[in-house]
T-cell receptor, first 114, second 114 residues
């Protein structure tokens, strides 16, 4: 069975500082990995995803993530935080399940301090 | 393009009452999903549908039912609501049930069962 662990339910960074949100996964098959973002009172929207090929994936709003198979990780980074990045971020994995289900992490709430 | 619409936006419901949450998509996606989002638990899949006319159970299906009479609509019914069903409910869709496909989420329905 597949699973996702997001380290840190709350992360605070100063505006302009590096954003690093951690995600580790478990899967018995090669995984497909996603990061979704949820702004207050909205549904989730895709930031980026890894399926196959290049392990460094670039997404919207300057975010990127690197798939590291040896570390079973897919951490999300952004070089310089902006106030508008304040949101909740969900890591997700799929590929290991009878109906190709997607398993979401519990989320990390990012606070950006001015 | 509206994407996915959900209704109602929020609802307070007495325990024991029947309630249907509506979900409509205009992207002609084959697959649709219902999730519930609870603090500390992330998103959990309730039911899904591969295509019109078929449905399947997710992680937490008890107390919920769905139907998929056509491509666009995927209503979720609580036959007899209980307080533990207080949650935020998200409908989502994707082009197929395949694990690589991006899921598109509606804005959510906040349900309180008293």
């Amino acid at each position: 069975a597949q699973s996702v662990t997001q380290l840190g339910s709350h992360v605070s960074v100063s505006e302009g500082a590096l954003v690093l949100l951690r995600c580790n996964y478990s899967s018995s098959v090669p995984p497909y990995l996603f990061w979704y973002v949820q702004y207050p009172n909205q549904g989730l929207q895709l930031l980026l995803k890894y399926t196959t090929g290049a392990t460094l994936v670039k997404g919207i709003n300057g975010f990127e993530a690197e798939f590291k198979k040896s570390e079973t990780s897919f951490h999300l980074t952004k070089p310089s935080a902006h106030m508008s990045d304040a949101a909740e971020y969900f890591c997700a994995v799929s590929g290991d399940g009878g109906y190709q289900k997607v398993t979401f992490g519990i989320g990390t709430k990012l606070q950006v301090i001015p | 393009i509206a994407g996915i619409t959900q209704a109602p936006t929020s609802q307070i419901l007495a325990a024991g009452r029947r309630m249907t949450l509506r979900c409509t998509q205009d992207m002609r996606h084959n697959a649709m999903y219902w999730y519930r989002q609870d603090l500390g638990l992330g998103l959990r899949l309730i039911h899904y549908s591969n295509t019109a006319g078929t449905t399947g159970k997710g992680e937490v299906p008890d107390g919920y039912s769905v139907s998929r009479a056509n491509t666009d609509d995927f209503p979720l019914t609580l036959a007899s609501a209980v307080p533990s069903q207080t949650s935020v409910y998200f409908c989502a869709s994707s082009d197929s049930i395949g694990g690589t496909d991006t899921q598109y989420f509606g804005p959510g329905t906040r349900l309180t069962v008293l």
